[in-house]
């Protein structure tokens, strides 16, 4: 197999190879005209702002419900006892996603399930859904959902029966 310069393919390639290892080697040192809008004040590594900070706390379903993207800015969902605050995921778990209906709520039956009907939802102002009904495939995917949880989203706190606070 020969390498026949005289090819119009072969030598754009060539000269492309060419042009790339010029660049490499002798790389451009002119500066910029103007220094770029975004470090004319300095540089630094602290972000514009900080996120509220978010305490670890009892949460009722009660209290738990104003927390649903609507009533409140902060999105928290409960699975099986432990709140995340989700509200990172908005478009997933805010008023008009996907998961919307999970949004202040406990979650876990719907997760345990893979259903987003509202019939999956315990009444906030009911007991806390026991989950004694759930088959071991089921508990299993819940548990996954937990795990995905824990590593995307703050866990904040834990849920509570109604009079436990």
């Given at each position: ?26 790389p ?76 202040g709520r ?35 995917n ?7 949880f ?16």
């Open positions: 197999m020969t390498f026949d310069i005289g090819t119009p393919v072969n030598t754009a390639l060539f000269v492309f190879i060419l042009y790339s290892v010029q660049r490499i080697v002798f451009s040192t002119s500066r910029p005209k103007e220094i770029p809008h975004e470090f004319r004040s300095g540089y630094s590594w602290l972000p514009k702002s900080h996120t509220p900070t978010v305490l670890f706390k009892s949460y009722t379903p009660k209290t738990l419900m104003p927390f649903n993207g609507i009533d409140n800015e902060r999105i928290l969902l409960a699975i099986n006892g432990t709140v995340f605050d989700v509200t990172a995921g908005r478009n997933f778990y805010g008023p008009n996603g996907m998961y919307g209906n999970f949004a406990d979650a876990s039956r719907g997760m345990a399930k893979q259903s987003f009907d509202v019939e999956m939802l315990t009444p906030v102002d009911q007991p806390l859904d026991k989950l004694t009904d759930l088959q071991p495939d089921e508990i299993e819940m548990k996954g959902w937990i795990e995905h824990s590593n995307k989203y703050i866990v904040c706190g834990k849920l509570v029966e109604n009079d436990a606070i």
